[in-house]
Nanobody, 125 residues
Framework: VQLQASGGGLVQAGGSLRLSCAAS????????MGWFRQAPGKERAFVAAIRWSGGYTYYSDSVKGRFTISGENAKKTVFLQMNSLKPEDTAVYYC???????????????????WGQGTQVTVSS
């Protein structure tokens, strides 16, 4: 599975950005797609994910209520709508995809073997 992320950029605090990630190759309805982010000097952290089967969504506490993940299964594309952005949201955002991710592992980096190239999001204060 190849993942192509886009939509990063520079925005002022309080603004919005929308990230997109398109998957190509062999996927299935059992897939979970989502986003992690890595800020300078910090570990890569879970942001949000969506399970194609059932449309269940998952969020980290730090983005809940501000970010919304959605997807178009037929197009194998996932979106991350980021509102009310804060300087602490500045990071490289990575798209992920994996089949067979159990609920307790959705936020674990090691649950995902397919990673996109990353897209930079910078929020200025």
């Amino acid at each position: 599975v190849q993942l192509q992320a886009s939509g990063g950029g520079l925005v002022q605090a309080g603004g919005s950005l929308r990230l997109s990630c398109a998957a190509s190759g062999r996927t299935s309805s059992n897939y979970v797609m989502g986003w992690f982010r890595q800020a300078p000097g910090k570990e890569r952290a879970f942001v949000a994910a969506i399970r194609w089967s059932g449309g269940y969504t998952y969020y980290s506490d730090s983005v809940k209520g501000r970010f919304t993940i959605s997807g178009e299964n037929a197009k194998k594309t996932v979106f991350l709508q980021m509102n009310s952005l804060k300087p602490e949201d500045t990071a490289v955002y990575y798209c992920v995809a994996q089949s067979g991710v159990i609920l307790s592992s959705v936020s674990r980096r090691d649950a995902y073997h397919n990673w996109g190239q990353g897209t930079q999001v910078t929020v200025s204060s």
